[in-house]
């Protein structure tokens, strides 16, 4: 199993429709997860943390599944400029190391 | 907003020339990275930096590699003798804590010709 892993879309979706992705990662000991936005040619921005089952800010919710090691990125009313690509981090337990997953693309269309 | 911030943002070079990309992390922030990220493909950790030594590096990060914080806000990264497989976005970023969130700077465009 890869270390972190994330479906590359793209995931085509109309304005206002609710889109979800996921993100399996292979370290049980992990205890911190992030996902990020990367607009082409950009650095990656903070999106969210998600430090034990989940969090929330506003149209984003992050879920975390120990059980099956994944988490989840749940987007609402999708809006144009949601359209990026999203980047799951994971850092290693016991190491100084993150790793990132290849990203998922997101095209949110008019 | 503290921000990273690193300079130059695009450098072009020679095959075989020494670079030395430059960042300044967040100020109260204690763990330095460097990141590689080729055109089109995924974001690779090179090297993380902690008490001004390095704390963890991969398989990338070989001996034409190196790091430093000359003083109390740079951190650098050198690349001493360019390969054309060098050409990539270099993004430096710190965070508080390792474990933490990170924080990127705008990135570095390593163009070797």
């Known amino acids: 199993r890869k270390e972190v892993e994330q479906d590359p879309g793209p995931f085509n979706v109309p304005e206002g429709a609710t889109v979800a992705f996921n993100c399996t990662y292979s370290?049980?000991?992990?205890?911190?997860f992030f996902w990020y936005r990367q607009d082409c040619r950009k650095e990656p921005k903070l999106l969210m943390s998600?430090?034990?089952s989940g969090n929330e800010d506003g149209r984003f919710t992050a879920q975390l599944n120990r059980a099956s090691q994944y988490i989840s990125l749940l987007i609402r009313d999708s809006k144009l400029s949601d359209s990026a690509t999203y980047l799951c981090?994971?850092?290693?337990?016991?190491?100084?190391?993150?790793?990132f997953g290849t990203g998922t693309r997101l095209k949110v269309l008019a | 907003e503290p921000e990273v911030t690193q300079t130059p943002s695009h450098q072009v070079t020679q095959m075989g020339q020494e670079v030395i990309l430059r960042c300044v992390p967040i100020?109260?922030?204690?763990?330095f990275y460097w990141y590689r990220q080729i055109l089109g493909q995924k974001v690779e950790f090179l090297v993380s930096?902690?008490?001004?030594?390095?704390?963890?590096k991969s398989e990338i990060f070989d001996d034409q590699f190196s790091v430093e914080r000359p003083d109390g806000s740079n951190f650098t990264l050198k690349i001493r003798s360019t390969k054309l497989e060098d050409s990539a976005m270099y993004f430096c970023?710190?965070?508080?804590?390792?474990?933490?969130?990170?924080?990127f700077g705008p990135g570095t465009r390593l163009t070797v010709t």
């Open positions: 981090v994971v850092p290693t337990s016991g190491t100084y190391k993150y790793i």
């Open positions: 970023a710190s965070s508080v804590e390792t474990g933490n969130e990170q924080y």
């Open positions: 998600v430090y034990s």
């Open positions: 930096f902690y008490n001004n030594e390095i704390s963890e």
């Open positions: 100020s109260n922030h204690l763990y």
């Open positions: 370290n049980s000991a992990s205890q911190s």
